[in-house]
């Protein structure tokens, strides 16, 4: 079955060193699916190390923008009630960051703050209003390989 899946890889299965049996699936392609781009990262897949590195990595002034900025699928109105869902301490910060020219950015002092870290990251998988995945970066393998792959001979 290897060969439906990349009909463009040449693959050798060696089963058993002792007796010699090696299976090879031949190469049936040499058209290559395109490469998949990047894309940021989806509000319900990300983690405590994820978000903390996004945080020291943005320089979005507030938690709101670096919400829509760093996020795949969010919106100004999804930024905002996440912020509301986190509380507090969420929106002061977010506040307090407009007219802010300080060393160290509020995203920073975020990041640092694990307990921030992880509502941050529990709210974001909680959330339900965030628009699905985009699947343009990927890149499928192309009704011709497809086709020679399920009709090996």
């Known amino acids: 079955m290897p060969s439906t899946l ?11 060193s002792q007796r010699d ?7 049936r392609s040499d058209q290559m699916p395109p490469l998949p781009t990047e894309v940021k990262y989806h ?9 903390r590195q996004l945080l020291q990595q943005s320089n979005a002034k507030n938690l709101q923008t670096f919400l829509q ?4 699928g969010v919106t100004l109105d999804v930024s905002k009630r996440v912020v509301e869902e986190l509380g507090t301490w969420a929106k002061k910060e977010n506040d307090d960051s407009e007219g802010e020219e300080e060393d160290e950015s509020v995203l920073d002092k975020l990041a640092r703050t694990s307990n921030h870290v992880s509502k ?12 699905a ?21």
Do not use: W
């Open 6 to 16: 990349s009909p463009f890889r040449h693959l050798a299965l060696c089963a058993d």
């Open 133 to 153: 995945p985009d699947g343009t970066c990927l890149s499928p393998a192309g009704e011709y390989n497809l086709r020679l792959g399920i009709m090996k001979g």
């Open 21 to 27: 049996f090696v299976v090879h699936y031949r190469r």
């Open 69 to 72: 900025r760093e996020l795949q």
């Open 120 to 131: 941050l990251t529990q709210v974001l998988r909680d959330v339900q209003l965030f628009k």
């Open 43 to 51: 509000p319900s897949s990300v983690d405590n190390l994820v978000i």
